[in-house]
């Protein structure tokens, strides 16, 4: 590891600058299908595949490896012998530190590639993919390596004849679950900590956006990360992320997705061997919005931001727009507003703010929703329809609830898409009362100039996350993730260490 080799060459030397010129580019790549476990990319043992489908024009990209219980063994089993030899889990810190940061800068000089890939798989903008996605996964891996050998043990206060050794360890094989929103960057805050603390790695994508792990996979070996230190298995999650989840020698779960698998994963640890669960799970997040708020238009500009980016499918999407009554018709104006700058286009089309819907099953639940809202009573304000259905794409426009009570399942049930429910409310005890009702709590804003209110309100929303006058800031020096049914365990900054470390304590006594 003293003299490292030039990194590879990219796709482009030039980022594309129009539809064409990504189009162009698509046309060009060739994507990686396979699995790759033990340094290796290979097919699943079984040779069963899946049809990977683009969300933009609805054309199958090329089959996947469909990897299931055989494959998460041999994946096992490379895992576990990578880290009792040592290879990575006993290397100095600044040595894990060196391999992580050339990670991160193979991820930058790919980033076109990365982008393109995650665009085309699950359907979000390219632009967004390339200036938002590369770079934040970049940004975690290089930050947490950072860090690494930063990190001290402690001394116990212990008697003079005495000494308490706190450390940490490593767990081992540690299997990250991953969801297909943001694919990379979901990957990135699991495998970043993982790796830093030297655990083996075994990474399951989503089936709906695996080409990015299974890319990252290449680029991870070329960074000098060991064969076994880390794994990518595609597949689906009843059959290879259950397979790992009830696996005897997987020593930690991680898992970013929806709350049923979330329990499911609690079971079959329970089930197994008792596997430590940390879990980053779903939202319905409330964003509340004074008449007093500095400025309503900026406000409604982010109301929209908050459940149009990405389609609407984001875990802190906020998803339930808490409107004080006074300003309610004025504020839902200027979001309608807002959100005709997030209409729905071609995702290759550098322009474009807001892409397709990843598949047809989760428009239909999108639609579905759409229907319930109405049904429930809700007054349709804007949006509510399918787009450029004739592209073969999946897209549908920002749509916006009026008249929502908190109790109707647009409101209690988390939709994963660009559907926003306004509810009004007359106090700030009404609103915390309305944030706090909901079996989620991953993140909240509140709006207002009043210091007293913005305090308040903060202190007594049950969210892991709190913005003041603004929506979905943080970095990875702040911590993420949720109360309640939103999770456990924490992603980002130093306390996801945590997760992916052991505490030892060692006592000496002294002659
Ligand atoms: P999902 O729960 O359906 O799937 C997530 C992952 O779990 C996928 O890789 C899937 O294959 C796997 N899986 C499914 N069933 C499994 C099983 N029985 N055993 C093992 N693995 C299984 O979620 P999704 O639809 O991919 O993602 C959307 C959800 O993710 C939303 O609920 C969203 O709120 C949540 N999410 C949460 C955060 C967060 O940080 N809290 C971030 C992004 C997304």
Known sequence: MSELPTLSTPISIATPTSQAEWQSLADQLSIEGRAYINGVYQWAGEGETFPCVSPVDGRELLQVASCGPADADQAVIAARSAFEQGIWSRLPPTKRKRVLIRFAELMEKHGDELALLETLDMGKPINHARTIDVPATARAIRWTAEAIDKVYGELAATPHDQIGMISREPMGVVAAIVPWNFPMIMASWKIAPALATGNSVILKPSEKSPLTAIRLAALAEEAGIPPGVFNVLPGYGHTVGKALALHMDVDCLVFTGSTNVAKQLMIYAGQSNMKRVWLEAGGKSPNIVFADAPDLKKAAAEAAGAIAFNQGEVCTAGSRLLVEESVRSEFIALVCDALTTWRPGHPLDPATTCGAIVDQAQLDRIIDYINI???????????????????????????????????????????????????????????????????????????????????????????????????????????????????????????????????????????
């Open 373 to 511: 809202g109405q049904a429930e009573g809700a007054r349709l304000v804007q949006g509510g329809k399918r787009l450029m259905e004739d592209t073969g794409g999946l897209f549908v426009e920002p749509t916006v609830f009026d008249g929502v009570l908190n109790p109707m399942r647009i409101a209690t049930e988390e939709i994963f898409g660009p559907v926003l429910s306004v509810i009004g409310f007359h106090t700030a005890d009404e609103a915390i009362a309305i944030a706090n009702d909901s079996i989620y709590g991953l993140a909240a804003a509140v709006w207002t100039a009043n210091l007293n209110t913005a305090h308040k309100v903060a202190k007594a929303l049950r969210a892991g996350s709190v913005w003041i006058n603004h929506y979905d800031g943080g970095d990875m020096t702040a911590p993420f993730g949720g109360f309640k049914q939103s999770g456990n365990g924490r992603d980002k900054s130093l306390h996801a260490f945590d997760k992916y470390t052991e505490l030892k304590a060692t006592w000496i006594a002294l002659d």
